[in-house]
DNA sequence: CTTGACCCTCACGTTGCGTGAGGCTGGAGG
DNA sequence: CCTCCAGCCTCACGCAACGTGAGGGTCAAG
């Protein structure tokens, strides 16, 4: 019994500009409900496209306007969105009164819980992949001091980080190193020293550059250095070779097990590449 | 000089059903590529198309042929995705020689810890809100005490989960519940005894039921209802007032306030919703 | 020659909107 | 009455990293 109001006249007259008032209005609309409800005016389209809030009036010229119904469901939706259920679980919750809440509370919190897992192992990926890069070496010096032997340098992996740290090499080694811990080592080192022994009895034997035996040796020296640190191509492997004769620390190192040793490898280094048509007086790295 | 290849026959034979060898073929097909990395076929295929990391060769028939250098590039992408960076990442540090590697990784480690700390907080708003949702108040037995008085009774919301849990109007109590503290609750309370106190006072004054005062009562009681529980109808308040009538715990209150005050506040409620064109008698709850 | 595992290239679907493009609507000021 | 401009509308593509068929070649073995 209201006889002022002529339902048949479904235009509703909204107060828009006049003021941001809103209280004498039928329903709000996207602009209204988004600054009220902190969501963007897109998200209130999507919604109801997908039918999880469709306004209950529109406007003649199809301005969507929400009702103080509208809002309650909008507001739940809100609360349920922001603890991160996926917007079917929040639609199955309004309209399903069945639903069980709690239920899929609890199962939307163990799901958080295993996000958060794996995002803490993640993090530690991330520690252990920046070390690796920045230290060379995920080992303690203690530990570096029982695998490498006396004669090792802590001070190594830095010094070689600072020379090379800026290389593809280096980068592919860094995310090896990441993955090793020291029975890992310990293996590199047994692999090296076994092959310093191996290089060290060949020169006993008189064994000469470019022979079968020598360039049998200088494989497996790119091999070993490999799997141990990157890929070397002959031509690399022909620079590190130079380098072993001229740098005063690894040559010691060679010369340590045999006098003569540094000069002797670059020999059989040359000559392997030789044997396989590079000349090793022209050799790049890359 | 191997006179035996002709490299101007491209097309390359590759064994692949004889065995799951691969030792002696020019290259893995994307079959053999992902049993070996672990990733999907698709992914292979996306990566290509995306330029991440193409195959060196293909066959005749367009197989995809990866060769050594081509699985050192997947292993690399593979170590990085699986820290969480996004392909364009991974991209930028695979092709870019001066890629800040650390730094992209810290970045990365960054972002992770925010989105731990994201899921803490939202894994923190489902807690509240699994509690809200199944003990119905989320304030130790002592601050109920204490803000509801001595005649509250800390097992009433437990009750009301049992016999209303399923509701709508339940879940809306709820989702509410979970933001309030005990502030909240303390101005929930005042409004009430506000409420009740007023009610004593107008039934002492003999305020008739349908009288301005009474439906001021009654439209005052809906409206501290409806912001302290969930939106209530005229109809729904009703029934409300019935059980207030009916039930002997709220009558009980009522009657405490003072002898016959439940009776009256019914009769005032269904003079009220007679006003509005309720007929309280076939009114109902929804 | 057939079979069956494996490969290819489209091309759409996923999640929850962001971001224009192009075009009405309606209150306010001239 | 006309214009201005904020605010509204409906498409429709884009994103991140593939999943999932559809439809159709390829290859080695029986």
Known sequence: MKPSESPHRASVAVTMRSMPDDTDADGLTVGQVSARLGVTV??????????????SLRTAAGYRLYTAGD??????????????????????????????????LRAQRAQVAERIDRLRQLSAGLDRMIDAHERGLLLTVEQQAAIFGPQWNPDWP????QRYGDTTQWQQYAERSAARGPEEWQAIADAIA???????????????????????????????????????????????????????????HYDGIRAGLATWFRRIIDAGA????????????Q
């Open 42 to 55: 897109r998200a209130l389209h999507h919604w109801d496209e997908i039918g999880l809030a469709r306004p």
């Open 274 to 285: 030789r044997a396989h048509g590079i000349d090793p007086d022209t050799a790049t790295w």
């Open 158 to 161: 830095a010094q070689a980080r």
């Open 71 to 104: 809002l309650e469901r909008l507001h739940r939706i809100v609360v349920y969105r922001e603890i991160g259920l996926g917007l079917d679980r929040v639609q199955a919750i309004l309209d399903d009164s069945t639903a069980d809440v709690p239920g899929a």
């Open 194 to 252: 076994d092959l310093d022994r191996a290089l060290g009895d060949a020169m006993d034997a008189g064994v000469t550059p470019g022979s079968p035996e020598a360039n049998q040796l200088v494989e497996r020296h790119r091999e070993v250095f490999t799997s141990s640190y990157f890929p070397l191509t002959r031509q690399m492997q022909v620079c590190l070779g130079r380098m072993f004769e001229a740098d005063p620390a690894f040559a010691a």
